[in-house]
């Protein structure tokens, strides 16, 4: 079992920044990857940013070049910053992790962090 706490969603005009967080119960190194999801209003959730444990990075167009997914090992929390925020970005923000269990993947959901781009 995964637990996953966000934390930094809120309200922020459009080209502002935030940061948000997302801390796992257990360390990262377990964890196949790690990503964040988002679902606006009326759309399907969509994958936003991932990265795995060897360092691959995976970013959807929309937010390439304006969003950075980074870790932590130490706190075992994973971060995306984003940047030049959109009001297209509004959405609920959830943090993923991918793990291998007795052969199967499993995916963990954190519970989901709002996210508003509002002038």
């Known amino acids: 079992q995964v637990q996953l706490v966000e934390s930094g969603g809120g309200l922020v005009q459009p080209g502002g920044s935030l940061r948000l967080s997302c801390a796992a119960s257990?360390?990262?190194?377990?964890?196949?990857?790690m990503g964040w999801y988002r679902q606006a209003p009326g759309k399907q959730r969509e994958a936003v940013a991932r990265?795995?444990?060897?360092?691959?990075?995976n970013y959807a167009d929309s937010v390439k070049g304006r969003f950075t997914i980074t870790r932590d090992n130490a706190k075992n929390t994973v971060y995306l910053q984003m940047n030049s925020l959109k009001p297209e970005d509004t959405a609920v923000y959830y943090c993923?992790?991918?793990?291998?269990?007795?052969?199967?993947?499993?995916?963990?959901w954190g519970q989901g962090t709002q996210v508003t781009v509002s002038s």
């Open positions: 993923n992790a991918e793990r291998w269990e007795s052969g199967t993947k499993k995916n963990y």
């Open positions: 257990v360390s990262i190194f377990s964890i196949y990857a």
């Open positions: 990265i795995t444990t060897w360092g691959t990075l």
